[in-house]
Antibody
Framework: QVQLVESGGGVVQPGKSLRLSCAAS????????VHWVRQAPGKGLEWVAL????????YYADSVKGRFTISRDSSRNTLFLQLNSLKPDDTAVYFC???????????WGQGTRVTVSS | NFMLAQPHSVSGSPGKTVTISCTRS????????VQWYQQRPGSAPTTVIY?????PSGVPDRFSGSIDSSSNSASLTISGLSTEDEADYYC??????????FGGGTKVTVL
């Protein structure tokens, strides 16, 4: 079955960096676009970034553009999100999600929590 | 970019019907498909409607979706309300610039 498992979250000081990972299994990872979506405590879902199936195209929300970088390693079936210059507003649970051919987020991981605090 | 506006909360008694609206701020609601996701506390979202009105396998037919160009909005209707339907619901669509937008979420309470 399709599985997405995030890791790499933690507590980090403002201005520091963190790298999140999302290990994919149960499907042909290199055939699907994948996203990062975050959810601040008690708040709604916010789309963060997208990478195309082959990693050649990447798109970002304005709130993270220039600070976050999405990448993928299809040899390891893993999606990454590099978070730089972190701000307290980046505190959230970060989900990876697969996008299917209907442009629907059809499978989600359980999320990894990032807390930005001094 | 556009925004998707949802009511903060809706409620209904068991067996009744509730409808959640999702209004697009600019551009036609028909420009891109609308999806609806259910999120229970502490869990990841799951899809209940995709492509405006399509139901994934396993989702009860009590869930239905539609769009209305006159109000520039999408709607999720839950009929035969059950306690298991208590959750947050999010609409989602995409911009032509390949950015993705979620509504603010609606909390459904079964009275």
């Amino acid at each position: 079955q399709v599985q997405l498992v995030e890791s790499g979250g933690g507590v980090v000081q403002p201005g520091k960096s963190l790298r999140l990972s999302c290990a994919a299994s149960g499907f042909s990872f290199s055939s699907y676009a994948v996203h990062w979506v975050r959810q601040a405590p008690g708040k709604g879902l916010e789309w963060v970034a997208l990478t195309s199936f082959d990693g050649s195209n990447k798109y970002y929300a304005d709130s993270v553009k220039g600070r976050f970088t999405i990448s993928r390693d299809s040899s390891r079936n893993t999606l990454f999100l590099q978070l730089n210059s972190l701000k307290p507003d980046d505190t959230a649970v970060y989900f990876c999600a697969r996008m299917n051919e209907d442009s629907t987020f059809d499978h989600w991981g359980q999320g990894t929590r990032v807390t930005v605090s001094s | 970019n556009f925004m998707l506006a949802q009511p903060h909360s809706v409620s209904g008694s068991p067996g009744k019907t509730v409808t959640i609206s999702c209004t697009r701020s600019s551009g036609s609601i028909a420009r891109s498909y609308v999806q609806w996701y259910q999120q229970r506390p502490g869990s990841a979202p799951t899809t209940v409607i995709y492509e405006n009105d399509q139901r994934p396998s396993g989702v009860p037919d009590r869930f239905s979706g539609s769009i209305d160009s006159s109000s520039n909005s999408a709607s999720l209707t839950i009929s035969g309300l059950s306690t298991e339907d208590e959750a947050d619901y999010y609409c989602q669509s995409a911009d032509t610039t390949m950015t993705f937008v979620f509504g603010g979420g609606t909390k459904v309470t079964v009275l």
